[in-house]
């Protein structure tokens, strides 16, 4: 039969590569999305130790332009899909007052309208492989922090939610599942360097603010965000389909 095939956008660092990795580690084939051609290299190099294949897939996910072309070239690189996971999204924070019309467009193509365009191109496929996805959520759809506005994020975030749940009552049919996860904050390349750029005074502010905040009083890993997508997709969650899983250290619950 071959191997089986996943297709993971925004695969190239942080959660999407910890994600990209854990099904390379399994044997599985990996299609990569990635607007960069310098990282979509780098992340098949690293890959290159399991015994898999990578595609590589260049294009921007943020202007829903070019989502035609890209669902083309992943067409023509692969007949068999099992595994596709939406990571690739786009968060802005502001004020109602400061929040442009153009932010509005933004978030709501990147984070809703590119996500539907992605699965309804490759239902054809799944349906085939009785397939399984999983979209990165956030948090944010549901929980909101005092001092952050985001209400345009906020919303975004929580239409994907529900137009994964009513994916998921559609596609159940097909032998199609479709769960989310949302992370909490999570220790990725580009968090690491933000928290580098803190003073000692506010690193220490934002450390007693982790402990305060998270039931298990530290950030979370790439790589559990990356177990818990696995399981989702996995035949070990068979019975689950249209679920939020919170993999947040318990931040939400607090």
Do not use: C
């Amino acid at each position: 039969m071959g191997k089986k095939v996943a297709l993971i956008t925004g695969g190239t660092s942080g959660i999407g590569f910890a994600i990209a990795e854990k099904f390379a580690q399994q044997g599985i084939n990996i299609i990569i999305i990635s607007s960069s051609y310098e990282s979509l290299d780098l992340a098949a190099i690293r890959l290159s130790i399991y015994d898999v294949e990578v595609t590589k897939i260049d294009g921007n996910l943020s202007d829903d332009i070019n989502i035609p072309d890209i669902i083309k070239r992943v067409l023509a690189s692969t007949d068999r899909l099992d595994f596709f996971v939406n990571n690739a999204g786009l968060a802005r924070f502001a004020s109602i007052e400061n929040y442009k019309p153009e932010d509005f467009d933004a978030l709501f193509d990147f984070n809703v309208k590119v996500p539907f365009l992605l699965i309804q191109a490759f239902v054809p496929l799944l349906k085939r492989s009785k397939g399984s996805i999983v979209n990165i959520s956030t948090y944010w759809a549901h929980k909101m922090i005092k001092g952050r506005h985001s209400s345009l994020y906020s919303a975004s975030r929580g239409a994907m939610v529900s137009m994964i749940k009513a994916l998921a009552n559609e596609l159940s049919a097909d032998g199609i599942r479709i769960n989310a996860v949302a992370p909490g904050s999570t220790q990725t390349e580009t968090f690491i360097n933000w928290k580098s750029s803190l003073s000692d005074d506010a690193l220490d502010e934002f450390e007693k603010e982790i402990k305060n905040s998270y039931p298990i009083a530290r950030l979370g890993k790439p790589d559990e965000i990356a177990n818990a997508v696995f399981f989702l997709l996995s035949d070990q969650a068979n019975w689950i389909t249209g679920q939020i899983l919170n993999v947040d250290g318990g931040f939400t619950i607090r």
